[in-house]
């Protein structure tokens, strides 16, 4: 942290300034001057509400599927969602790595394993399975695919079409904790056990929970045995709760089929259904949020901001700033936090407001 010192006290003179200039020089910061930095009566995130067009992105992915080889070095074929407030890291939000990774027509993606976790969102494409640990999850379109910390993981395109999807990690809060690791496999992919999907046909259409608040209260530092949650029993699941309520949003959280905790003990993954014409009221959370537009149209206001989306699009909703989601046509969102981390700190926090915000300005994209 970069901390100016301009001192609360009127003179920094004579023995006072002297103080000062010796603190600097042994590497010490006088925390009577920067208390009001560090102990805020709320969060500060340096990330920024922002969305990022699938207008933009998709063009993009396709040229660098054109241009950019895939080779062992650079592993992978990522665009990554860069937020403004962040000084240049290649980070969605302080916590959360967002993504959209390409992977063109009978290509492949080389095996490795690394300490921070991941999850697959698909967006669009078909033929692509992506291979954890010997077991080949196939995968398409609304499919969550896990690929847990220090597993082994490749992806291979059987097909004759692009596929893309959203990767979301929890690397910046490993970085943070100094507890990066990779390892690259001795071939360039490992051998995949017949048939695909083994971990779904153990554990089937088991993963879902849903709870008032939408986030689970169980805790578990083990991921799910369960490596790919389809789209079709998402939909279900979705338009059964849709059918139960009259809100205008229900949510459902991807679990752990053995204990309901969160998919990955860093990562909580959500799911969102927005009614057609439907408003949902907004909320605020400790901990850091990134949306994927699976389909539909709309908007999201963010701490003021009105952000449009559609499908394709992605945007961050920084710590503690309030969001409320409004759909044009029903909407669905996928979404990834942090709330696991915070949870099992003691941290997390959550917060309803009873009205609609004012919105002060409307978000202009690059």
């Known amino acids: 942290m970069s901390i100016d010192l301009p001192s609360r006290d009127t003179d920094v003179s004579g023995e006072l300034g002297a103080l000062y200039e010796s603190l600097a020089r042994a590497d010490l910061a006088p925390l009577w001057n920067i208390t009001d930095q560090l102990l805020t009566p709320t969060p500060r995130p340096k990330a920024v509400p922002w969305l990022w067009s699938a207008t933009t992105l998709r063009p993009l992915a396709e040229r ?20 403004p407030g962040l000084g240049g890291r290649p980070y969605a939000a302080g916590t ?78 490993v970085e943070a904790l100094d507890a990066v690791f990779f390892e690259e496999y001795g071939e360039l992919q490992q051998p995949h056990l017949r048939p695909h999907n083994r971990s ?71 799911m969102h259904r927005i009614a057609p014409n439907g408003s949902s009221l907004p909320e605020r959370q400790a901990g850091n949020q990134v949306f994927v537009v699976f389909d539909g149209s709309g908007h999201s206001v963010i701490d003021g901001e009105l952000f449009e989306w559609s499908a394709g699009d992605c945007f961050v909703v920084p710590s503690w700033a309030p969001v409320e989601h409004h759909a044009r046509e029903r909407a669905d969102l996928f979404s990834i936090s942090d709330a696991p981390v915070l ?23 690059r």
Not at 125 to 140: K, P, R, S
Not at 243 to 267: C, H, M, Q, Y
Not at 353 to 360: F, I, K, Y
Request: aromatic share 8%.
């Open 200 to 270: 779904e046909t153990e554990y089937g259409a088991t993963g879902y929970r849903t709870v008032p608040d939408a986030v689970t209260e169980q805790l578990d530092p083990t991921p799910s045995p369960l490596l790919v949650y389809r789209w079709a029993q998402t939909d279900a699941e979705l338009a059964r709760l849709a059918a139960e309520t009259d809100s205008a949003k229900v949510t459902i959280e991807f679990t752990n089929p053995r204990s309901g905790a969160s998919v990955l003990p860093t990562l909580g993954c959500f």
């Open 96 to 173: 959360l790595w967002g993504a959209l990774q390409c992977l063109g027509p009978r290509e492949s993606a080389p095996a490795h394993r690394h300490s921070p976790g991941a999850i697959r969102f698909v967006l669009s494409g078909a033929g692509v399975w992506t291979t954890v640990d010997g077991d080949a999850c196939d995968m398409a379109p609304g499919d969550l695919v896990l690929t847990p910390a220090y597993n082994w993981h490749d992806h291979t395109n059987g097909g004759d079409e692009a596929m893309l999807w959203f990767d979301g990690l929890d690397l910046p809060v």
């Open 343 to 365: 949870r099992a700190l003691g941290l997390f926090r959550r917060q309803t407001l009873d009205a609609a915000q004012p919105v002060l300005r409307v978000f202009q994209p």
């Open 64 to 83: 660098a599927i054109a241009l950019v080889p895939i080779e062992r070095g650079g592993e992978r074929r990522v665009l990554s969602l860069v937020n």
